[in-house]
């Protein structure tokens, strides 16, 4: 099943170019009921509909360094410190989007605007205290997630060994388009991921390539306690602009097209805009360079 937010809030299923409409107020909702719910009998063009952000979590649980080769290239432009089980930090959700939606730019606040493809796992019922065998059963879906990223600012949080503020920006968290439930994917370990700017590929590896499994990644999470409808995700794949050559070539810019895209889960489309366009007033923020 796909299973998506729409116009304005609406829950509803994909069938073929259908969206089944279903009877709960959100996704969240959708999880919490044991994902038996019924539908209100609408059926609607997909193509007539706007697809939102699919879930908008109680919990947004972040893994750092996750990718073997994605740390290997972060080491070697001293980017990283020890990749351990704990580094672990939460998205603020106030900062999702969907699908198409606009990623802004706060000019004033950041030039190293960069991208991070990662899968992100929805969890299907409330847990906590539980091993990697009985994770399995909490996984509900999956969704691509962007994590947009102000490397210039994490540098300076990484002087202190911890991250939030570059990544939980306004609009620096697009996720969708839709949740993939579990049924649909035979094996999460084994899915292609490919991010894409202006039509070019940045990204490119695959799920295989994880150094901490999806089941052991949910349950070492588990002494925080999950909700129904929180996310994990499982860290991004090598190419990110920070560790290139020349970082500035990659960056994201006002006008960029970005597609994140898993093999069985989805692509992830979103667009980059000036402050200016996204806001009827002057921005107001402060970029700390010391």
């Known amino acids: 099943m796909r299973l998506v937010t729409f116009d304005a809030g609406r829950v509803g299923r994909i069938e073929d170019d259908l969206v089944v409409e279903l009877d709960c107020g959100s996704t969240r909702e959708f999880f919490e009921r044991g994902s038996s719910v019924p539908e ?3 059926r609607l063009p997909l193509d007539g509909v706007r697809l939102r952000a699919p879930i908008v979590p109680k ?19 001293n980017w990283s410190h020890p990749v351990h089980k704990g580094i672990v930090f ?3 959700v106030d900062s999702i989007i969907g699908p198409e939606d606009a990623i802004v730019y ?3 606040l950041t030039k190293e605007l960069d991208y991070e493809l990662e899968l992100a796992v929805i969890i ?4 906590k205290w539980f091993g990697p065998e009985e994770a399995v059963d909490y996984i509900a879906g999956y969704t691509v997630f ?11 949080e990484m ?9 939980g920006i306004d609009t620096f968290c697009p996720i969708g388009p839709w949740i993939v439930t579990a049924d649909e994917i035979p094996d999460a370990q084994k899915l292609d991921m490919e991010l894409r700017v202006n039509g070019q590929v940045r990204q490119s590896g695959n799920t295989d390539n994880m150094i901490l499994s999806i089941p052991h990644l949910i349950a070492h999470h588990s002494p925080q306690g ?4 929180d996310i994990v995700t499982t860290g991004t794949i090598s190419g990110v602009a920070a560790v290139q050559p020349n970082p500035f070539d990659f960056y994201l810019k006002p006008g960029d097209v970005v597609e994140a895209e898993i093999a069985g889960v989805g692509m992830l489309r979103n667009h980059v805009v000036p402050w200016s366009d996204a806001h009827d007033k002057p921005f107001v923020g402060t970029l700390y360079t010391d």
């Open 40 to 42: 209100t009998g609408e």
């Open 226 to 229: 999950y909700s129904a409808g």
């Open 106 to 108: 706060p000019e004033g």
């Open 90 to 92: 939460f998205q603020n």
């Open 124 to 127: 299907g019922k409330s847990g």
């Open 146 to 156: 962007n994590d947009i990223t102000a490397r210039d600012i994490q540098r300076r």
């Open 159 to 167: 002087q202190s060994g911890v991250f939030s503020f570059s990544k």
């Open 59 to 77: 919990k947004f649980f972040h893994t750092a360094g996750n990718f073997a080769v994605h740390h290997e290239e972060l080491q070697k432009v």
